[in-house]
């Protein structure tokens, strides 16, 4: 088929599906990723392998119009203020139902804290937003069969707020947002030992927060190539992705406080989670060593860390391929992780763009399309990476690759190693 002829026929779909990624195809670069993860360690440089993709739809690759991606997706203190939150506080967090089985409902305090209970308890809800969507169900229904509280079957929530759920500012509208109900025996392993009330917890904004630099994405990609990084854009952008959560979550919890131009030594109220820190690969555990394998549902838009046994370790949301650019099928292995990739823009490659537009080269960042850290495939071409938009993970499609929130893809990557095998089901 010829360029054009593609180009026609992929336009055609593009209006059905919204795409916000793309997948890896090569390492233009004579640098190789580390083979093993003893080289990687020993690594003190950040590794920027140039990174290139194809991108066959009219919204190319998270780079064209990636300003104006951001600036539509990312909250912001601007929004109007959510009242369901309005009474979020450590208090109303740290209260039990006094019922069960317990009706979750759509939005408030009870799914923020079931969201950062489940954060917690590695079996990730994507963004936390305090909002009982799509994500939050999978990552539930995958605890409890961890947990010997129910059978793998019913955790194929494949349909629940998918990856074509209507979206609403970069989140599933209220009519995907689906309900559920959680037992007490679910909500018992769930909470463990925890002080509820410390759930959200206070943190002190510090100098390396606010020191940025932090710049505006521009639309076009060869403004994009001129930015010294795809940083962040903000303070507030930046502590809400360390805390796993969007900006507008943040200014319902600190309503006194202008996030955009915080100082340091600020006090806010946080979720309280494993802080991620963009570029610094997250800590080994002792889960890295019991990862036996990754599995990751073409179905259910989820990545699994399991153990010899097959059991999950780790569950992760994810944004997967379909149409003309579907995930592969079958068993791989991780051949290597980059972190802080640069992303190489390669009209050649992209159906939409005349090939005699100049290639590009974006520098890393946590705004890149690759997001953070890429964890490549021996699946030519294919990979598992982060994203510069994590509240459309789970609700999307990419290019064919993996995509996470680049926490997750940065936990991910601390649990495994070259040769970890990797079955997409």
Known sequence: ????????????????????????????????????????????????????????????????GLGSEIANTTDSASLPTDSVLSNVTPKVMGSRPATFPLRIPARGATPLQLEILLDRANFSPGIIDGTWGGNAVKA??????????????????????????????????????????????????LVGSTDLSSLITSYQVSSDDVKGPFVDIPNSVYDQAKLACLCYSSPAEELAEKFHTSEQLLHQLNPTVDLKTVSAGTSIQVPNVEPFQPGAPAPATSRSGQVAKLIISRKGYWTHAVDAAGNVIDHFPSTLGAGYDPSPSGDFHVTG???????????????????????????????????????????????????????????ANSHGCVRLTNWDAEKLASLVKAGTPVEFQ
């Open 337 to 395: 992780i980059s972190q802080n990739p640069a992303f190489h823009y390669q009209p050649a490659l992209m159906a939409e763009v005349p090939d005699s537009r100049p290639t590009a080269r974006l520098k890393p960042g946590p705004n890149s399309p690759v997001g953070v850290v890429w964890m490549a495939l021996s699946k030519p071409h294919y990979g598992i990476h982060g994203t510069s938009s994590p509240q459309t993970i789970g609700y």
């Open 140 to 189: 539930l229904e995958w605890f409890r069969v961890a947990n010997g509280l129910d059978s793998a079957g019913s955790a194929d929530l494949s349909t629940v707020a998918g990856p074509r759920a209507k979206m609403t500012k970069g989140r599933p509208s209220n009519a995907t947002l689906s309900r559920s109900t959680i037992d007490k025996a679910t909500y018992d392993k």
């Open 1 to 64: 088929m010829t360029k054009s002829l593609f180009l026609a026929s992929r336009m055609a779909a593009a209006s059905a599906v919204v795409l916000v990624s793309a997948c890896i195809v090569k390492d233009d670069t004579a640098k190789k990723v580390a083979a093993d993860s003893a080289a990687l360690a020993a690594s003190a440089a950040p590794d920027t392998t140039d990174i290139s993709v194809p991108a066959y739809d009219s919204v190319s690759a998270d780079t064209v």
